[in-house]
């Protein structure tokens, strides 16, 4: 175990995305997340895209072979106490995901079942979303999917509440120990998260942040519960701070380009507070 003691961060994460050039989402965002609540990140990039506010212009998938070595790199060094996974693009980027994890069995894994870019580039292949289902979910303590790639996966609409759970429980089946499905594509000024842990169900409810500043927003709440798993919080508490970090975070949000922009990442809540001198 590393000694953390003295250094100011609170845990070691990990994620496994693509790089966006843009800065606003992908391992930029999870890293900036991890930085803003003192945890140390490490990272494995799966693709990388050519983008920035405007949208997606290219993306180059990186070999499996060099997935797996960035992987056995950092967790055979590093006691990584949580990680995530964000863009994985094909079935062979999930099935070499897979392949280390099952060598390494670490265990508070976070999916972030990423799909297509807001602009609206796929970022997945179709086949890739079955083998999400089939091989990667088992690995998981949480999947974090949006409505759009919830219903993806379950293949049927989320209207309301009582579809949402149908839709958790149903992607819980698949092999996941928790679900957040996030509403934040609801139009409603009043947006609900739920999280489906077992059979116990937990609404989070919040006000939507009057911004078009939303880049990168998956990733960020999906690399803030990682960091509060890293950092030894219990899984309902991790995803309530991510919520509420993720409300901080908007509320800074800005336009660095020409299109909407990131969130303002570097925000300190109260549960982090200042690192000691």
Same mark, same amino acid.
């Given at each position: 175990?590393? *000694?953390?003691?003295?250094?100011?961060?609170?845990?070691?994460?990990?994620?496994?995305?693509?790089?966006?050039?843009?800065?606003?989402?992908? +391992?930029?965002?999870?890293?900036?997340?991890?930085?803003?609540?003192?945890?140390?990140?490490?990272?494995?990039?799966?693709?990388?895209?050519?983008? *920035?506010?405007?949208?997606?212009?290219?993306?180059?998938?990186?070999?499996?072979?060099?997935?797996?070595?960035?992987?056995?790199?950092?967790?055979?060094?590093?006691?990584?106490?949580?990680?995530?996974?964000?863009?994985?693009?094909?079935?062979?980027?999930?099935?070499?995901?897979?392949?280390?994890?099952?060598?390494?069995?670490?265990?508070?894994?976070?999916?972030?079942?990423?799909?297509?870019?807001?602009?609206?580039?796929?970022?997945?292949?179709?086949?890739?979303?079955?083998?999400?289902?089939?091989?990667?979910?088992?690995?998981?303590?949480?999947?974090?999917? *949006?409505?759009?790639?919830?219903?993806?996966?379950?293949?049927?609409?989320?209207?309301?509440?009582?579809?949402?759970?149908?839709?958790?429980?149903?992607?819980?089946?698949?092999?996941?120990?928790?679900?957040?499905?996030?509403?934040?594509?609801?139009?409603?000024?009043?947006?609900?998260?739920?999280?489906? +842990?077992?059979?116990?169900?937990?609404?989070?409810?919040?006000?939507?942040?009057?911004?078009?500043?939303?880049?990168?927003?998956?990733?960020?709440?999906?690399?803030?519960?990682?960091?509060?798993?890293?950092?030894?919080?219990?899984?309902?508490?991790?995803?309530?701070?991510?919520?509420?970090?993720?409300?901080?975070?908007?509320?800074?949000?800005?336009?660095?380009?020409?299109?909407?922009?990131?969130?303002?990442?570097?925000?300190?809540?109260?549960?982090?507070?200042?690192?000691?001198?």
């Amino acid at each position: 175990m590393a *000694n953390l003691n003295h250094t100011g961060y609170r845990g070691i994460a990990l994620t496994v995305a693509g790089s966006d050039s843009g800065g606003g989402a992908g +391992i930029q965002a999870d890293l900036k997340t991890f930085a803003a609540l003192r945890v140390f990140g490490t990272s494995v990039i799966t693709a990388v895209t050519a983008q *920035n506010s405007l949208g997606v212009r290219h993306v180059e998938v990186l070999s499996p072979e060099s997935i797996k070595e960035q992987l056995r790199a950092v967790l055979s060094d590093f006691p990584v106490g949580a990680m995530k996974t964000g863009m994985l693009a094909s079935s062979e980027v999930i099935e070499a995901l897979c392949e280390v994890l099952s060598e390494f069995a670490p265990q508070k894994i976070v999916v972030d079942p990423v799909m297509i870019s807001q602009t609206g580039h796929a970022l997945i292949d179709q086949s890739a979303i079955s083998t999400l289902k089939e091989k990667l979910f088992k690995h998981a303590l949480l999947v974090t999917p *949006n409505l759009p790639e919830a219903e993806k996966l379950v293949e049927f609409p989320i209207e309301d509440e009582k579809s949402a759970q149908k839709a958790a429980s149903a992607i819980a089946q698949m092999g996941a120990k928790a679900v957040l499905i996030k509403g934040g594509h609801r139009e409603s000024q009043t947006l609900q998260d739920l999280l489906f +842990i077992g059979e116990r169900v937990r609404v989070f409810t919040h006000p939507r942040i009057p911004t078009e500043n939303t880049h990168g927003t998956g990733c960020t709440l999906s690399a803030a519960i990682t960091a509060e798993l890293a950092s030894g919080c219990p899984l309902e508490e991790a995803v309530e701070r991510g919520i509420t970090y993720l409300q901080m975070a908007l509320r800074r949000s800005f336009r660095p380009g020409k299109g909407p922009g990131p969130v303002g990442h570097f925000v300190v809540p109260s549960w982090v507070g200042e690192a000691d001198d």
